[in-house]
């Protein structure tokens, strides 16, 4: 029964529609519930059967009469479940919970909802156990959920508990630290709603809100059912803070000193909280402090230094709220520096994540200042007490990654421009603090930048110079001599690599939508058409790929009407003199594609003759008869149409507003089968449909295969000492598959795509190495690939499996974009594009590539050579050694004896080499293709565990390292906080 049990609910969690379309939810409810009071079924198997009702509260409960009696049968199995099933116990409460606040008993002030939350209250003052014995445990993790059930029911109703509120502070009062912050938490929000349902009350005093102190009514709506104050309570209440102007205030004089105790009261206890408890019982406090006018934020004076000295992101941005809703009723002049310096330091500390800095420098843009001068909300803008040279500190440099970078650099230029007027009168600062001008720095940072994408840096390096351009474009492109300059160093940069066309267009596109000035988007394309056309003038210099960039450009560039297109022409029928007669489709289609624009330039006029040569000409030279069809077409429309008609023809029939005309448009020239032209058309999917997934998590070390014997095969023929490498490194030389690696994945459906995909057929997957780090793949082919039904009539066929063989060009990680052509059932063939395989570090670990007949002694001769090598190399000097790249590292990690053999026999057992005298360490072997060793003895010291490392490729350390310090759990072991 219990196995049937488990099965039918994962059945349902899979699909629930699928699972009730066997059965009614009414059915399976009654099922649940009968189970649940079956003393013959396990705790266990009970828990399991909660999860839908938990997952699912309204499927199954429906209404709310439905939901209240579902939750009277749960009360009633909670009151007979023993207290030592604790984990039980509290998933029930939480069943409960979701139950009554989905079906809205809450609200709807059931009888259900008042008994479950008298419960909860009985739960929650239960203090009679011995702290020391084995069942308070279990009473205490009951406590515990049953605090954070209240604190879900007060959230979803504001106002339930306000009665209660002596209660829970009395509780507060006298609670063990076990149980102090849970309920800490909760009186906190409770006494925030409370208030906040007193602000918006009409002729509410101070008497009321000492009765809200001193409430102790049973529950909430026996003691005052239509009371104003709890009024539209099952509605979650808004954030005072957000604006500050519109907060309800309470005025209650100076007569709440009860108030100020138990907030005093709070606030003195805070520190015992966790930093995350700590930032949500702030943020109450904040809330109520703002909202009653009797209770000065001088309150909280006692906590700023603390606060201040945080290095915990949650407790600043607490403290930060704090300043945006107190401003200088709580924050001196020399705090608000103290605070600014702060935010600054924390800015660029090195133990800070690069998450928290960025952090921290959005802060800065939106810092909110005693006195806030101008601005809108949300709007970024600088402090006034940032100085140039306080934010000296902050400009960019190389050594920043992208994302800090990009930050840096846009708090540096809105320093420049506050400080631009002094710039004008001769006294420009830089914000480095010297002399230089303000905008030079940033100015020679991004020629850096250019100057790294113009030597062939990589991917990474060459976005974050386009983005780091843009940005210098939105805050300098009025600066006349900046902005000519880069229209000159990007023509140049493109003539270099012209690779990089969709980066520059992207830029031009994003500066005519952006806060560019106006007019230079327009000037670079027309500088990139006049580069062009001069570096094709002879067109026998420049190579195919280049070709096609230079017409993707101008295709780009004809889209402009303020841009003269006569070069343009003259570039296209030397293109198509010379190489139409090479039936390059590609090129004849990117010539179409310049021409079509210039079909709809403004000026078509004065190119009339020549581009109806141009269009003559491919119509009967060109050496694809699909490019031919196309040019014959444009050259009629061009020849037989009025412009105002050609334009209307090439805009696709679109209406003024953008929307498709639906009457009769080109009829003339659109098939008139649309099935056929959809069957003859790739189309594209706007998700994945399926992804590659690794069949292990090991990945490389159930592909990755060597030639070595098992420990127990023989020794093989002798090999004396000095010739082990020799023979090693020239049968190596001599393998093709020693440098390649196997990687098997399945293909798996992606949860977000769609019903039309459910059986695929004639999926090609195709692969382009990133980086250059591995040799071209060739395509791969999978016969089919069906989705799996939820309740299929017998087991699935596994999914089909790919088979990866990479040849790396460096023993690095890496990443595979893929995409796939596939048919669906409907024989329509779409595209699509695949999430990027990435290839870990330990996928490329293979054992060492010896000969068959090779035994363990020889083997471990060969790793004491090579280890010899490798460490004799280093201590040498490398003066004379021909392979200065060798090294050896050391790695140390806090680990117990049996945690060691098994992080040894999960890991390296593949690899290890075995040694008959060494009874402690182990040694082992790795081989990275294409030729790279690393090579390790782990042995235990008395206070940790050392991983002595030598390896030919001291670029691998860093890799190792991260590996090492993945598997041993090192951030763990010395606290780093992630």
Not at 619 to 638: E, K, N, P, S, V
Request: net charge negative.
């Amino acid at each position: 029964m219990a196995v049937s049990w488990v099965e039918r609910i994962a059945s349902f969690l899979r699909s629930p529609s699928q699972f009730l379309s066997s059965t009614t939810a009414e059915v399976f409810l009654v099922e649940l519930l009968r189970e649940q009071r079956d003393d013959r079924v396990t705790y266990d198997v009970k828990l399991i059967m909660l999860s839908p009702l938990c997952e699912h509260p309204m499927l199954l409960c429906p209404s709310a009469c439905v939901g209240e009696e579902t939750s009277l049968e749960l009360m009633s199995v909670f009151s007979h479940c023993p207290a030592k099933h604790a984990e039980f116990r509290c998933q029930l409460l939480l069943t409960l919970t979701t139950v009554l606040v989905s079906t809205c008993c809450v609200s709807t002030h059931s009888h259900a909802s008042r008994d479950f939350l008298e419960l909860l209250l009985q739960l929650v003052q239960d203090t009679s156990y011995d702290p020391h014995g084995d069942v308070p445990s279990a009473l205490r993790s009951t406590r515990a959920a049953a605090c954070e059930c209240l604190r879900e029911l007060e959230a979803c109703s504001p106002g339930l508990l306000s009665p209660h509120l002596e209660l829970l502070n009395g509780l507060r009062q006298q609670e063990n630290p076990r149980h102090h912050q849970a309920l800490s938490g909760l009186y906190a929000v409770v006494l925030r709603n409370g208030v906040h349902l007193l602000a918006r009350q009409t002729g509410a005093g101070p008497e009321s809100l000492k009765a809200l102190l001193g409430g102790n009514a049973v529950v909430a709506w026996d003691a005052e059912p239509d009371s104003a104050a709890l009024i539209n309570r099952d509605a979650p209440l808004p954030s005072v803070l957000v604006p500050v102007g519109a907060a309800p205030t309470f005025q209650t004089g100076p007569e709440c000193k009860e108030l100020r105790s138990v907030l005093s009261s709070l606030l003195e206890e805070s520190y015992l909280l966790t930093p995350l408890s700590q930032a949500a019982l702030l943020h109450a406090l904040i809330e109520i402090v703002a909202m009653v006018s009797g209770v000065s934020p001088a309150i909280f004076k006692a906590q700023l230094l603390r606060l201040l000295g945080t290095s915990k992101v949650c407790l600043f941005h607490a403290t930060l709220l704090m300043k945006a809703a107190f401003t200088d009723s709580l924050f001196s002049a020399e705090d608000e520096a103290f605070v600014l310096k702060r935010l600054v330091a924390l800015c660029q500390h090195p133990l800070m994540s690069t998450a928290a800095k960025l952090f921290y420098t959005d802060c800065l843009l939106h810092f909110p200042e005693n006195r806030p001068i101008g601005g809108a909300d949300g709007e970024e803008a600088l402090p006034v007490l940032l100085t140039p040279r306080l934010a000296a500190a902050l400009v960019p440099t190389v050594f920043n990654d992208p994302a800090t970078m990009l930050a840096r650099l846009n708090v540096a230029a809105l320093v420049y421009l506050e400080e631009e007027e002094g710039e004008e009168h001769g006294k420009e600062e830089d914000v480095r603090g010297g002399a230089g001008g303000g905008p030079t720095y940033l100015w020679d940072h991004l020629k850096l930048l250019l100057h790294v994408a113009e030597q062939g840096g990589d991917r990474g390096g060459v976005v974050t110079f386009f983005r780091v351009a843009f940005l210098f474009l939105c805050h300098f492109s009025h600066v006349e001599r900046y902005a000519a300059d880069l229209r000159r160093r990007l023509c140049g940069l493109y003539l270099r690599h012209t690779r990089l066309a969709p980066h520059i267009l992207n830029l031009a596109d994003r500066a005519q939508d952006g806060p560019v000035e106006p007019g230079w988007a327009v000037a670079l394309l027309r500088s990139l058409q006049g580069a062009v056309v001069t570096a094709g003038a002879s067109l026998s210099g420049v190579s195919l790929p280049d070709l096609h960039w230079h017409l993707r450009v101008l295709a780009r560039v004809a889209e402009e009407g303020q841009i003269s297109q006569g070069s343009t022409v003259d570039f296209l029928f030397a293109v198509t003199s010379t190489a139409s007669r090479n039936g390059d489709w590609r090129l004849g289609s990117d010539a179409l594609a310049v021409c079509r624009h210039l079909l709809a330039h403004p000026g078509l006029d004065a190119l009339l003759c020549p581009l109806a040569d141009v269009l003559q000409h491919m119509a009967c030279h060109h050496g694809d008869t699909d490019i031919q069809d196309h040019a014959r077409l444009y050259y009629t429309l061009l020849t037989t149409l009025s412009q105002e008609k050609l334009g209307g023809v090439l805009s696709g029939g679109a209406t003024k507003e953008g929307r498709q005309d639906k009457k009769r448009s080109l009829t003339s020239i659109v098939a008139e089968s649309q099935d056929l032209t959809s069957a003859l058309t790739v189309h594209k999917a706007r998700t994945p449909v399926f992804q590659l997934v690794a069949q292990d998590r090991l990945g490389g070390l159930s592909g990755s295969t060597g030639t070595r014997d098992d420990d127990s095969a023989g020794t093989g023929p002798g090999v004396p000492d000095a010739d082990v490498l020799s023979s090693y490194r020239s049968q190596l030389c001599g393998s093709s598959t020693a440098s390649e690696i196997s990687l098997s994945y399945e293909l798996r459906y992606l949860d977000a795509s769609g019903p039309g995909f459910d059986q695929l057929f004639s999926i090609r997957l195709h692969f382009e190495p990133s980086d250059g780090r591995y040799a071209e793949l060739s395509d791969v082919c999978v016969p089919r690939l069906f989705r799996e039904r939820a309740t299929p009539p017998s087991s699935p066929p596994p999914p089909p499996t790919v088979t990866l063989t990479l040849s790396p060009r460096a023993p690095y990680p890496g990443t595979l974009r893929c995409s796939a052509v596939f048919t669906t059932q409907d024989e329509l063939t779409w595209h699509s594009a695949l999430p990027d395989v990435h290839v870990a570090f330990r996928q490329m670990f293979k054992p060492l590539p010896v000969p068959a007949s090779w035994g363990p002694a020889v083997q471990l001769r060969a790793f004491e050579q090579l280890w010899d090598e490798f460490c004799s190399s280093e201590e040498s000097g490398g003066g004379e050694d021909p392979s200065p790249d060798r090294a050896s590292s050391l790695f140390c990690s806090q680990l117990g004896e049996a945690a060691l053999e098994a992080l040894v026999e999960k890991h390296f057992a593949p690899y290890r080499v075995a040694d008959p005298c060494d009874e402690v360490g182990h040694k082992v072997l790795l081989f990275l293709p294409p030729r790279s060793h690393m090579l390790l003895k782990i042995s235990p010291q008395e206070d940790a565990v050392q991983f002595n490392m030598a390896t030919d490729n001291w670029r691998l350390l860093p890799h190792v390292n991260d590996f090492l310090r993945t598997v041993t759990g090192w951030e763990t072991q010395n606290g780093v906080d992630s």
